[in-house]
């Protein structure tokens, strides 16, 4: 099911949406509640390419996505966008997605007191036949690949640390191994290319975590 696909029946009601990406650290629609918590059965991956945000067509670079691993749970964010915010957030976010996602609704657990046992959120997965789908990597060309692209919306590094860094604000209990061995081996490439820039090698990046 699509977002666009919703759309086609005003929403009466609010609807959940649920971030673990981009939408830990980058909210860029109106919404009333967040609640920290996790879906079950997912693990998160830097598996779907990037060839309009942090990559190019030629140079895709490395974002993520939901794959199914039943004794797996992934933190993130479940945001509630009222009624009449909804269909234009959908088409926002249908088009800054565009790229392989579709919607998905799935069970959430929020790790809050008091609220309300689960709730159903609408998530993005990208699907495993889109064509920017790039899947399992070993972690050092992954990290490599993320340290080597940059596109429209900024360089892959910053999407990747800045998803760490707001992980470890939401949920500092969790280790999400992928996650953390991905971060320290970009770590680990930005301190051996500064060296080299330090040996007059041309500086790609000017952002924060590269500089
Ligand atoms: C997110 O949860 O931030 C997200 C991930 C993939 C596509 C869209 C949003």
């Not at 109106?30 to 920290?36: G, L, R």
């Not at 930005?190 to 500086?203: A, I, P, V």
Request: proline share 6%.
């Amino acid at each position: 099911m699509s977002g666009a696909q919703m759309d086609v029946v005003p929403n009466t009601e609010p609807v959940w949406l649920f971030g673990y990406g981009s939408l830990i650290w980058k909210v860029n629609f109106p919404y009333q509640e967040k609640v920290v918590g996790y879906v079950c059965g997912f693990s998160r991956r830097f598996w779907q390419g990037s060839t309009d945000h942090r990559g190019t067509p030629k140079a895709p670079g490395r974002v993520v996505t939901l794959v199914q691993s039943k004794e797996d749970r992934t933190w993130g964010i479940a945001y509630k966008v009222k009624p009449q915010d909804v269909s234009e957030t959908m088409a926002y976010l249908d088009k800054r997605e565009i790229d392989g996602y579709k919607t998905h609704q799935v069970e959430f657990f929020p790790a809050i007191p008091n609220h309300q046992p689960t709730m159903k959120v609408l998530v993005y997965i990208a699907t495993e036949t889109n064509p920017s789908y790039l899947g399992p990597t070993e972690m050092g060309a992954l990290a490599q690949q993320i340290v080597n692209s940059r596109g429209p919306s900024g360089c892959n590094v910053e999407y990747a640390m800045e998803l760490a860094k707001g992980m470890r604000g939401i949920a500092p209990h969790i280790q999400d191994t992928h996650l953390c061995e991905l971060e320290a081996k970009i770590k680990e490439l930005l301190q051996k290319r500064k060296l080299d820039e330090t040996d007059g090698k041309e500086k790609l990046c000017a952002c924060s975590y590269c500089s």
